[in-house]
Structure formats: C-alpha cells, structure tokens
C-alpha cells in the first residue's frame, strides 16, 4: 500500500501543474520544438503536437534536469524509456541536452530562450495554442 500512496502524492502534483505558469521556454532555433518550464515548481512540458508533462524538473546553477522514465509502445509490445532533459538556461549559450543511456547516450543541441510567456513570443505562442497531451 505504501507504494501506491506514494505513485499517488506523486501524480497529485501533475493533476494541479499549469503550462500558463510557465516563465521560459527553451527549445531549437529553427522551429518550436523545446520545453516549457515553471521556474518556482519545476513542472516542464516538451512542446510539440500537444504539451507532454514530464517529471518535475531540479536546478543547480543555470541547469534545470528532468530525469523522466517511462513506458512506450513499441509494436506490440512496451519498452522503458529512461531520458534525462538538461536545459541550460546561461543567457550566453543555451543548450538543451538528451541523456538516453540506451540511445546513444549524450547529445547536445544549441537551443534560444523566451521569457516572455504573458504577452508576445514563442512562450505565450505556445502557452496560448498548445493543449496538454491526453495520457
């Protein structure tokens, strides 16, 4: 029972995380593709067809980590996916970096910020289009 307890606190955070409350987004120069992150919870959303909630996200220094596992489909059957996002957020040379040990291991991107999520920009774009993925 404790482990179910447990998984539970740890989804009542999700239930009550809001992509509005976003102060940054991260992402690739060349399109929208990046993160959307909540400085004062640590809630990040990867950006795409819709807003994927990842696992809370911790910060030392400039660098907020997100170290997010999951199962996904795979044919008909299911495979763990074990990521770690880095988002570098020095305003000198953002980087987004993917750690998937079964992947290939590290990979960097040079990536911009936004952080104006409450009126004009990538981040409000986002905020204001996007809709949470369905789970």
């Given at each position: 029972m404790t482990?179910?307890?447990?998984?539970?606190?740890a989804?009542?955070?999700?239930?009550h995380a809001d992509p509005r409350q976003s102060?940054?987004?991260?992402?690739?120069?060349?399109?929208?593709?990046?993160?959307?992150?909540d400085e004062q919870s640590g809630q990040v959303w990867m950006t795409g067809p819709c807003l994927k909630s990842l696992e809370p996200a911790t910060k030392s220094g400039d660098i907020w980590t997100s170290h997010t596992i999951e199962l996904v489909s795979?044919?008909?059957?299911?495979?763990?996916?074990?990521?770690?996002?880095?988002?570098?957020?020095?305003?000198?040379?953002?980087?987004?970096t993917v750690l998937a040990n079964g992947r290939g291991g590290a990979?960097?991107?040079p990536a911009k910020t936004d952080r104006?999520?409450?009126t004009t920009g990538i981040c409000a774009d986002l905020i204001a289009s996007q809709q949470v993925c369905a789970d």
């Open positions: 482990g179910l307890t447990a998984l539970a606190v989804q009542t955070g999700l239930v102060d940054i987004w991260i992402g690739f120069s060349d399109n929208q593709s990046g993160f959307l992150l795979i044919g008909r059957g299911l495979a763990t996916l074990d990521q770690r996002f880095e988002l570098d957020m020095r305003d000198s040379a953002p980087t987004l990979q960097s991107f104006n999520c409450q």
